[in-house]
């Protein structure tokens, strides 16, 4: 594990009490998007088009037992090209 995200983990565990819903925002690639829902299937994500229509923001929200469980998700979504996590 990078020193980074050690920092990461102990930031959301000093600021979060597992288990507690976590909200994820991503911004993803117009392109991208059909992907980005298979990925996350399971999730219930809401979605917004830019307004050139080029990204659309994500927001996932769930409950999540641990910064592990917190850090996967990002992990998972950093496999598609292009995804920004804010």
Known sequence: MS???????????????????????????????????????????????????KYTSVTIVSTMCSADEVMAVYEKAAQIPGVMSL
């Open 3 to 53: 020193d980074k995200s050690k920092q990461f983990k102990q930031v959301l565990d000093e600021h979060h009490e597992w288990p507690c819903p976590y909200i994820h925002k991503f911004i993803v690639p117009a392109d991208s998007l059909d992907r980005f829902q298979e990925l996350f299937a399971s999730e219930k994500l809401e979605t917004r088009q830019s307004r050139t229509g």
